[in-house]
């Protein structure tokens, strides 16, 4: 497997799947780049697919100090993959954490993006959440260092927007499961240290957000719960922005609805190509739904 070196030595694992114009995809906290798997089948078909593992997922290094993890590494990570590659702009697709780092990636290097698809967006972003968020980032950490990554997904896996998952697709979900658990217990708890407890709250980037022009869609499941008002701000706020909602659906919505899931963003890829993806019209904004005052 191939590997590309960040500027403070971390060595990132990645893939290239197809031709054509680039898509990067961006995994989530519990999942590594296999876990893009069906995206990699279906995209490759007429792009040039990249997946990566982020640090403290192996073969990824994983760096032992949580120092070494952070929001804006994270977005250096997809960087640095996509300039090793020679890649100058690209479709970015990221999931959950992944999402995270798209959406700051469209933040901090807009001439780098064709497009951004946000999906599974905004766990801890409200702000009258954040002290919980972080709370939970510690006890997850604590939880990986003293107990181990079996322990920790038997109950992280489990979580109330994971549960539309499981019920949907059984064997799916053990598979998840089981990737899950082979991951680094280190790395997953630094991550959750320096990236998860530390990330800024979305509600506190409006005004950088407010100046995006990037094509961007916002992507939820409509069962997972934690997202779905970030995800109408992210609206609201992104004049480029569109939303989608994938019915009947939780967190992990590329690998439960992969169907819905690729029909949704290669709709999105195709249309952010065009030429013609919309500004939004401030008019559309009025509170009254007749326009009349």
């Known amino acids: 497997m191939p590997f590309t070196t960040t500027n403070?030595?971390?060595?990132?694992?990645?893939?290239?799947?197809?031709?054509?114009?680039?898509?990067?995809?961006?995994h989530e906290f519990a999942a590594t780049m296999n876990s893009w798997e069906p995206q990699v089948r279906h995209f490759s078909r007429q792009h040039q697919v990249i997946t990566f593992n982020a640090r403290g997922y192996p073969p990824s290094t994983v760096p032992a100090d949580p120092s070494s993890y952070s929001q804006n590494r994270a977005v250096a990570?997809?960087?640095?993959v996509m300039d090793h590659l020679k890649i100058?702009?690209?479709?970015?697709?990221?999931?959950?954490?992944?999402?995270?780092?798209?959406?700051?990636?469209?933040?901090?290097?807009?001439?780098?993006?064709?497009?951004?698809?946000?999906?599974?967006?905004?766990?801890?972003?409200?702000?009258?959440?954040?002290d919980?968020?972080?709370?939970?980032?510690?006890?997850?950490?604590?939880?990986?260092?003293?107990?181990?990554?079996?322990?920790?997904?038997?109950?992280?896996?489990?979580?109330?927007?994971?549960?539309?998952?499981?019920?949907?697709?059984?064997?799916?979900?053990?598979?998840f499961k089981k990737d899950f658990a082979e991951h680094s217990a280190l790395g997953s708890a630094n991550t959750q240290l320096g990236v998860q407890r530390e990330r800024p709250s979305l509600y506190n980037l409006k005004q950088e957000l407010s100046s995006l022009t990037v094509p961007t869609l916002i992507l939820n499941g409509d069962e997972d719960w934690p997202c779905l008002k970030p995800g109408l701000m992210l609206k609201?706020?992104?004049?480029?922005?569109?939303?989608?909602?994938?019915?009947?659906?939780?967190?992990?919505?590329?690998?439960?609805?992969?169907?819905?899931f690729n029909r949704i963003v290669q709709s999105f890829i195709t249309h952010a190509s065009s030429g013609r993806w919309p500004m939004r019209d401030p008019r559309a904004m009025a509170a009254s739904i007749t326009g009349i005052k």
């Open 88 to 130: 100058e702009r690209a479709h970015i697709v990221g999931l959950s954490m992944g999402g995270f780092a798209t959406l700051h990636f469209g933040l901090q290097h807009p001439e780098r993006a064709l497009s951004l698809c946000v999906a599974g967006c905004g766990y801890g972003a409200e702000l009258d959440q954040r």
């Open 132 to 175: 919980k968020f972080r709370e939970e980032a510690e006890f997850s950490a604590n939880l990986l260092l003293t107990k181990g990554m079996q322990a920790f997904v038997d109950t992280y896996a489990h979580g109330p927007t994971r549960i539309p998952f499981e019920r949907s697709d059984p064997r799916g979900f053990a598979e």
């Open 77 to 80: 990570d997809i960087l640095t």
């Open 8 to 26: 403070d030595g971390i060595e990132l694992c990645y893939e290239v799947t197809g031709s054509g114009t680039p898509i990067v995809f961006v």
């Open 236 to 260: 609201e706020t992104i004049p480029s922005a569109a939303l989608a909602i994938i019915p009947n659906c939780g967190h992990t919505m590329n690998l439960e609805a992969t169907g819905e």
